[in-house]
């Protein structure tokens, strides 16, 4: 059964340009315990994509950091694009595991999109930072399709 993880970056600094904002103290923790949260609950990625804004690849360094991917790249389109082209990239995965670390609304629009009816709730008003998205679908990558998917919610709360 593929498992497709949708992950918002950890908290990011404010004072820089939109895509140089790097992340907090506070961040590069939240990215840390969530790293080593799917390294626990996932394992490693087959397949893993990071959106190439600063925020999102230190985040995405973290987990690989813990998980590990056996594929893995940074793509403009996951900061530019939308939910459609998530879904599209993820449709092209191989492999059991994917990763996908981007931003909101987008991640948390496109794991509402794909999720059964029943588990859309946590998504429909956005995700806090450090949220990954686990959905679970039977069949193919290409078969990946709205509410399709089973899914699990792990959040990682800021340090204090």
Known sequence: MPTLVLVRHAQAAYNYPDRARPLTDAGRDQAARLGATLAREVGAFDVAVSSDAQRARETFAAILARAGADKSWHDRSIYDGGEEEIIELACTFTGE????????????????????????????????????????????????????????????????
């Not at 029943?118 to 429909?124: F, H, I, L, P």
């Open 97 to 160: 595991a994917g990763l996908i670390v981007g931003h909101e609304p987008v991640i948390s629009y496109a794991g509402y999109i794909l999720a059964h009816q029943e588990d859309r709730g946590v998504a429909d008003r956005g995700v806090p930072t450090a949220t990954a998205l686990v959905l679970s679908f039977e069949g193919a990558w290409e078969d990946l399709a709205p509410g399709t998917c089973a899914m699990r919610v792990f959040y990682t709360p800021p340090t204090r």
